[in-house]
């Protein structure tokens, strides 16, 4: 099992940023691809961005390529999202998951956590 906690979303103002952070507990984090996802109102989840265990590979969502930044301290069994001139439609709850497999789908992550809401107004 693994236990995943997101924090740092908020409310700011399109082109500002924020850094959300993702801690894990439980089975080893190391060898994991952690994976953000986000959920608009009404919308499908959709998949942001995503980092690979030891050798930090990224990858990202045309959406936010150039605009957010995936990263991971395993000493700290920690993976943040930079998210840099953010826009309104980057309005979603944010997820994070934990997973074998370097992948965008989402049903093929093990592990979620609950989610923490970012609103980015114009």
């Known amino acids: 099992q693994m236990q995943l906690v997101e924090s740092g979303g908020g409310s700011v103002q399109a082109g500002g940023s924020l850094r959300l952070s993702c801690a894990a507990s439980?089975?080893?984090?190391?060898?994991?691809?952690m994976g953000w996802f986000r959920q608009a109102p009404g919308k499908a989840r959709e998949f942001v961005g995503s980092?690979?265990?030891?050798?930090?590979?990224?990858y990202y969502a045309n959406s936010v390529k150039g605009r957010f930044t995936i990263s991971r301290d395993n000493a700290k069994n920690t993976v943040f999202l930079q998210m840099n001139s953010l826009k309104p439609e980057d309005t979603a709850v944010y997820y994070c998951?934990?997973?074998?497999?370097?992948?965008?789908?989402?049903?093929?992550?093990?592990?979620w956590g609950q989610g923490t809401q970012v609103t980015v107004s114009s």
């Open positions: 998951a934990a997973g074998v497999q370097f992948t965008t789908k989402a049903d093929e992550y093990d592990y």
């Open positions: 439980g089975r080893s984090f190391n060898t994991n691809t």
């Open positions: 980092i690979s265990g030891p050798y930090k590979h990224t």
